[in-house]
């Protein structure tokens, strides 16, 4: 296992410098700005009204921005995912864009991805991956360890309610912010070409942004990764996929495409 593989083995989020070629971060850098030009029906603005800056998000855009395909199954992204994740396929789950203008106040409260999700499986893997340098007071911060589990309970980031999982299925999350110190939390400064790996039940947050921070995020699933419907709306939606995929299957699907593969050897 490579020193990269045991430290999101054990910590769940493990910074990997300079993996992005300056060419590849051009491609997403442009793919970012013409998101943000023309945002698909998905997209939603995770700030308040009265907030001096804004906080957009976009979702599921890889077939429609050939930048984001581009980056996504030519970028080396995949195989790094099957490794982390000890898998022998890295399969793509979904695209998410985060762009944070200067002077957003609205933070990303804490929170787990893996709840909000139409997946189980404990073979995946995010990457956060920025086109601007990203301070520390405005970086992904992690609770080492917290993606061993268990799931606690997701909430909507602006009114704090209960859409997904019925109200009392599962723990609330703890007052991270109460006592810091009780938590091993890490977290990097970032500069484009740099990436974030974590895991999708690792307990992360940030802060607002002191100047513009262009991210873009793509999710990998690994092996033993399985539909799990919902009787709710999932972040991101991906409607009537019940009929194709019924509970328990694999995610095999052209949503969720192979981005690469283990070659057999000879």
Known sequence: MTTRAQSFARDGAVVLRGVISPAL????????????AAPSPRAKIASGAHDPGRFVEDFCNWQDNPAYRRFIFDSPLGEIAAELMASKTARLHHDHMLT????????????????????????????WIPVDPISAAATLYFVAGSHKGPWLMPRGFMDNQAKW???????????????????????????????VAFHMLALHSSAGADRRRRVFSVR???????????????????????????????????????????????
């Open 25 to 36: 971060i051009a491609v997403l850098r442009g793919g970012i700005d013409a998101n943000l």
């Open 100 to 127: 944070k203008e200067a002077g957003t106040l609205a933070p990303t409260p804490w929170h787990q991805d893996q709840p909000y999700y139409n997946v189980e499986g404990r073979q995946n893997c995010s990457f």
């Open 220 to 266: 990998f699933l690994g092996d033993d990764a399985v539909h799990a419907p919902r009787r709710w709306v999932t972040s991101p939606p991906f409607p009537g996929l019940e009929r194709d995929l019924p509970t328990g299957a694999p995610m095999h699907h052209p949503l969720f495409p192979i981005v690469w593969r283990l070659r057999a050897v000879d």
């Open 165 to 195: 999982f019925p109200q009392g299925s599962l723990a609330d999350l703890p007052d991270i912010d109460a006592d810091r110190s009780a938590h091993r939390i890490i977290g990097w400064p970032l500069e484009p070409g740099d990436a």
